[in-house]
């Protein structure tokens, strides 16, 4: 691709030999044309794409007719004999052998460096022949080699592929030494690899694990060397080299293959943005059991930091063979013969769909919505889902900052509801990691440009809220079954409120209650949730301090296990009613049972002067009496109620004590009730 820098010694500029073999007159000619005039030239010519974020070169174009980048076709000749030479000094050798009145016909361009080099024996490695012109070239991509668009959800792999037949091959050739030739390390190579797909895996990983992207280059034209001995010698390169490696190294292994160029959304594209300049990225495309397949090995190695300072290997199985119409998300051919699509997009509709990032399919996502990559808010709301086939965890930002948003987890993805307080555009980003295994990091999976005309102020959210909000799948995992409130906001005029679950596992819960608009403590806080167990089923009865939204969290341990407790998930609290003033329950101490019920009074108020009936549900316990100024006893009902009363004149506190054995003479405090001041 591009304009193409190189940096010899003056004794080693590059020669082309040209030999014309005439029979009938058994008279050899001979022309000489130095490349580096050639290269030179094609430098001027091409100014290339400073913001590309590939560091990539415009693609020279190739001798002859075809689509860009092709190598000239090659016709088999009469049997004649084959005139070779070459010179000591690192040169381009070119033979042609062809009789009177016929165009020439080339056979091979070796690249030889200094001193005599023999070329390796490839025979007995499936290979049938290392040069080219023993195996007939591949035609140009054919309706058989379509694939519909857009992608029907199957394989993202434009062939079947079980990446465990690899394993072996995979690790031989990651870890493979560099060698003193390109055609060395492709004969070492085969040596594992005996079929044209196991060839170009193990080239592919080989490159993938071994040549670094050239940052330096990328901000530097000057210092780009693309030539495949280049990037083979100094193990690095953009991704011009990385295409012009692999191509070798291919034709060396004898399998067919094409370097590409075009346009590309990788590093420093932002949604929305026109390609109008000089193509920017370079890839290839390799010709398998009669089909043409796509593959970028750039992409493949790794990837840069949001400077492109720094290189990091980082392999990427997506980029290998991938799905042509999952590939055009972010690679467009010159010729859009090579999208291998039926249809072909346009630049247009390239331009405007969406990016999808190789994490959003290989994490199981199929499809998200809307599919452009500019939302426009409605009313101050704008909406983003995610159909998916894996359960995914998943986590947002606009304009950096996890904020203005109402994520849920869906057994099929997940959807989220944004609500941008201010007008004009945000940036929005998503993030999805597997559910299962050990993985801690996000991996970015979308981002959208958000168009906001008018802001929503009735719709924002506690700073406290966390993402998701709701029960899901992911709260089912954690034993929080069948929710008698399964959408992630509660709405309430009245400001009370009651959740149910079944618990599924042994756990011990706690749960907290949160605004930004309280002065409440902490401790007081969570003296607005009672907790009921009834069996395996638990509930929790929320008495609002005042009108607002609130987060309930929700925590969870095994009851098996000490220390605290994890958090779980959040639900939205909303109550509008101004009139909302509830006192908070009782406080309850730890001899407090889990299945212990208290039933009157729930305030944790008592009105001053009052005869105050009490009712409880208690099992186990020998004796029971509130503890006021005086002493009341509660007595066991028949149905299986403590039940009392007592009054509050001039008390402050009042106490519910139990004796859990008659035997005992000390009674435990479980409830403490404060009484209004007179």
């Not at 415009?58 to 980048?69: F, I, M, V, Y």
């Not at 030889?112 to 023993?134: C, H, I, S, Y």
């Not at 990037?231 to 080299?241: D, E, L, N, P, T």
């Amino acid at each position: 691709m591009g304009t193409r820098a190189f940096k010899k010694d003056a004794n080693a500029v590059a020669i082309e030999m040209l030999l014309i073999v005439r029979p009938q007159k058994r008279k050899t000619v001979q022309r000489v044309q130095t490349d580096r005039q050639t290269e030179l030239s094609a430098s001027r010519q091409s100014p290339g794409f400073p913001s590309d974020g590939n560091g990539n070169d415009r693609s020279q174009q190739p001798r002859g007719k075809g689509l860009p980048g092709q190598p000239v076709q090659m016709q088999p000749c009469e049997p004649v004999p084959v005139i070779t030479s070459y010179t000591n000094e690192g040169t381009h050798v070119t033979v042609e052998v062809h009789p009177r009145n016929t165009t020439p016909q080339l056979f091979k361009k070796f690249s030889l460096g200094k001193g005599v080099r023999k070329l390796p024996n490839l025979t007995g490695q499936d290979n049938r022949g290392f040069q080219e012109n023993r195996k007939s070239r591949a035609p140009l991509p054919r309706e058989k080699d379509l694939h519909a668009y857009p992608w029907d959800n199957s394989n993202l792999k434009s062939i079947p592929l079980d990446l465990k037949q690899f394993e072996k091959l995979d690790a031989y050739a990651s870890k493979l030494s560099n060698k003193n030739s390109p055609e060395e390390l492709v004969e070492a190579l085969l040596r594992e690899a005996r079929t044209d797909l196991e060839k170009v895996r193990a080239i592919w990983m080989w490159i993938c694990h071994h040549i670094e992207y050239d940052v330096v280059a990328f901000h530097n034209k000057a210092q780009r060397l693309c030539e495949p001995q280049d990037v083979f010698q100094r193990g690095k390169s953009v991704c011009s080299g990385y295409a012009a490696l692999f191509h070798q190294m291919c034709s060396i292994a004898g399998v067919q293959s094409m370097k590409l160029s075009g346009f590309s959304k990788g590093y420093s594209y932002r949604p929305g943005q026109s390609f109008t300049k000089n193509n920017d990225h370079a890839w290839n495309a390799v010709y398998l059991d009669g089909s043409w397949h796509l593959l970028d090995s750039t992409w493949g190695s790794g990837s840069v930091d949001d400077s492109c300072r720094s290189f990091t290997f980082q392999y990427n199985e997506f980029y290998f063979l991938t799905h042509p119409a999952l590939f055009i998300n972010n690679h467009f051919p010159d010729n859009s013969n090579w999208q291998l699509l039926k249809p072909a997009l346009t630049l247009k509709e390239f331009e405007r769909n969406m990016q999808y990032g190789s994490h959003f399919y290989q994490l199981g996502m199929v499809a998200a919505h809307p599919d452009s990559h500019t939302i426009p808010t409605v009313n101050g709301k704008a909406t983003i889902s995610i159909e998916s086939r894996a359960l995914l965890l998943f986590m947002f930002d606009l304009n950096g900052a996890e904020e203005h948003g109402l994520m849920t987890l869906k057994k099929n993805g997940m959807k989220l509801e944004l609500y941008p307080q201010k007008t004009g555009k945000h940036n929005v980003r998503v993030f999805a990691k597997p559910a299962k295994g050990s993985e801690t990091l996000y991996n970015g999976v979308l981002e959208y440009t958000l168009e906001c005309s008018s802001v929503d102020k009735n719709t924002r959210f506690p700073k406290d809220l966390h993402q998701p909000v709701g029960p899901s799948w992911f709260t089912e995992r954690q034993g929080f079954l069948r929710p008698s409130h399964p959408d992630p906001i509660i709405h309430t005029n009245d400001g009370r409120c009651s959740i149910t679950f079944t618990l599924g596992k042994e756990i011990s819960v706690l749960a907290t209650l949160h605004s930004d608009n309280t002065s409440l403590t902490e401790d007081m806080r969570r003296r607005h949730i009672m907790q009921i167990h009834r069996g395996n089923q638990i509930e929790f009865k929320i008495h609002l301090p005042h009108a607002g939204k609130f987060v309930l969290k929700i925590f969870a341990k095994k009851k098996s296990e000490p220390g605290s407790y994890n958090y779980i998930f959040n639900y939205l609290i909303s109550c509008p009613n101004t009139q909302v003033k509830w006192p908070f329950f009782p406080q309850h101490y730890s001899n407090w049972a889990e299945d212990y019920e208290l039933l009157e009074p729930l305030a944790g108020l008592l009105p001053a002067n009052r005869n105050v009936p009490f009712k409880l549900k208690m099992h186990s316990i020998a004796k029971a009496y509130v503890q006021d100024e005086n002493t009341s006893p509660l007595s066991l009902s028949k149905d299986g109620y403590w039940e009392g009363s007592c009054n509050t004149s001039g008390c402050t506190e009042v106490f519910v004590m139990v004796q859990e054995n008659a035997n005992q003479k000390f009674y435990s405090q479980i409830l403490k009730y404060t009484v209004e001041t007179q």
